[in-house]
C-alpha cells in the first residue's frame, strides 16, 4: 500500500469512528427504552401498587422508568421513603430510574448569579449523596424552554426575539449550580435537558451559560408531525442537533397529543407503530421513552392531560390498550 493511500485510509477510518462516537452509533451504544411515570406526584399511580408496576415495566421490557421527582430545600425526594423503596425495587430487577428532577425554587428576594448558583449546588450535592448511588442519568426539570417562550404563536423557538430575555440568566445559573453540584459529587452522572418542537435556541442558551449536561431529552408529541421528517423547513433536523451541540438525542417523552382524548386506540397505535419504525432506524437517537404508564382519570380538571396511558383502569383491573402491544413488540425486537 503505498503512502498516499495509507493516509486516505487513515483519515476515512477517523472520520468513521469519529462520527460513529459523535453520534452514538457504535456498536456497543446501549439504546434507551424507558416509560414516564408519576409514582410520587399522581393519584392515578395510588391505585396500583409497587409491585404492578414493577410487573409491567418487567413485562414490557423496558430499561429505564422515568418519574418526576420534586425535591425540597434538603435534597430529599417527596415521599422519600416510597421512593427509596422505589429505587430499590427497580435496582433489584435491573430497571434503571430517570428522575426529572424538579428543585424547591428559590426564595431569596432579588437573587444575584452568585447566590443562586451556591444555594443549587449544594442542593445537588445534598440530592446524590442521598440517592446518587441508584442514578446514572437525570433531567433537571421538564420542558423549562417553555418557561422562557414569549407568548406568541408565530414564535418557533429558534431565535433569541423568541424568548424572554429577563427569565434566562436565573433558570441558567439554577441549572449550573444544580448540575455543577450533582455532577461533584457523582462526576459519571449523565444529565439530559428537554425540550420541544424546534426550539433550538433554547439550546444556544445552555451552551451560552456553559450547562454542563449530555443528553438532548426531546419530548415529541403527533401534533408536532414526524420527529424523523419534520414539515418544511425544518426537515430531518437530528444529525445538524447532535452535530451542533455534540450531545446524545433521546426522546423522553412521545405519544399522541392528548393520548387517547380526541383519537381512537387504533389511531394512536397507528401513530406511534409507524414512528418507531422510522425511529428505530435513525442513528442519532439514542433512547425512546413513551408517555405514559397509566390513564389519570382523577386529572378531570386537566382533560388533556388524563388518557396518556398505557393501560387503563376498568372495574379494577388494568386494561392494556393496543400501543401497551406495540411497544412491548418494538422493544424484544429491537434489544
Not at 419530548?219 to 444529525?239: C, E, K, Q, R
Request: aromatic share 14%; charged share 25%; glycine share 6%.
Amino acid at each position: 500500500m503505498n503512502k498516499l493511500l495509507s493516509v486516505r485510509v487513515f483519515v476515512s477510518c477517523f472520520l468513521l469512528v469519529f462520527s460513529s462516537n459523535l453520534y452514538g452509533q457504535g456498536d456497543d451504544q446501549h439504546f434507551a427504552w424507558g416509560v414516564n411515570g408519576h409514582p410520587l406526584t399522581q393519584e392515578a399511580y395510588k391505585y396500583s401498587t409497587m409491585n404492578e408496576q414493577i410487573r409491567i415495566l418487567r413485562d414490557l421490557g423496558v430499561n429505564y422508568y422515568r418519574i418526576d421527582v420534586p425535591i425540597n430545600g434538603e435534597g430529599k425526594a417527596r415521599n422519600a421513603p416510597y421512593f427509596q423503596e422505589l429505587l430499590r425495587r427497580l435496582r433489584s430487577v435491573g430497571i434503571k430510574p430517570m428522575l426529572a428532577i424538579f428543585p424547591s425554587g428559590s426564595k431569596k428576594p432579588n437573587p444575584d448569579s452568585a447566590s443562586v448558583y451556591s444555594e443549587y449546588f449544594t442542593l445537588g450535592r445534598k440530592f446524590m449523596k442521598l440517592y446518587g448511588s441508584d442514578l446514572e442519568v437525570v433531567e433537571v426539570g421538564n420542558e423549562w424552554d417553555l418557561k422562557l417562550m414569549k407568548k406568541d404563536p408565530k414564535n418557533d423557538g429558534r431565535k433569541a426575539s423568541h424568548y424572554q430575555s429577563d427569565l434566562i440568566a436565573k433558570q441558567m445559573w439554577l441549572l449550573q449550580g444544580m448540575v455543577d453540584g450533582m455532577k461533584k459529587e457523582k462526576p459519571s452522572l449523565k444529565v439530559s435537558m428537554s425540550l420541544t418542537w424546534v426550539h433550538w435556541y433554547y439550546l444556544d442558551i445552555l451552551k451560552q451559560y456553559r450547562i454542563n449536561y449530555d443528553i438532548i431529552g426531546y419530548h415529541w408529541y403527533s401534533n408536532m408531525g414526524n420527529i424523523t421528517n419534520v414539515v418544511a423547513p425544518y426537515g430531518d433536523f437530528l444529525p445538524k442537533i447532535a452535530e451542533r451541540y455534540g450531545k446524545e438525542v433521546w426522546i423522553t417523552e412521545f405519544n399522541t397529543y392528548r393520548g387517547n382524548r380526541r383519537t381512537s386506540f387504533a389511531k394512536q397505535n397507528e401513530y406511534v407503530e409507524s414512528s418507531l419504525a422510522d425511529i428505530t432506524k435513525h442513528k442519532v437517537i439514542k433512547g425512546f421513552f413513551i408517555y405514559e404508564l397509566f390513564d389519570q382519570p382523577a386529572l378531570s380538571r386537566y382533560p388533556d392531560e388524563m388518557s396518556y396511558g398505557l393501560l387503563y383502569l376498568k372495574d379494577g383491573v388494568y386494561q392494556k390498550k393496543p400501543i401497551y402491544h406495540t411497544f412491548k413488540e418494538f422493544i424484544n425486537t429491537h434489544k
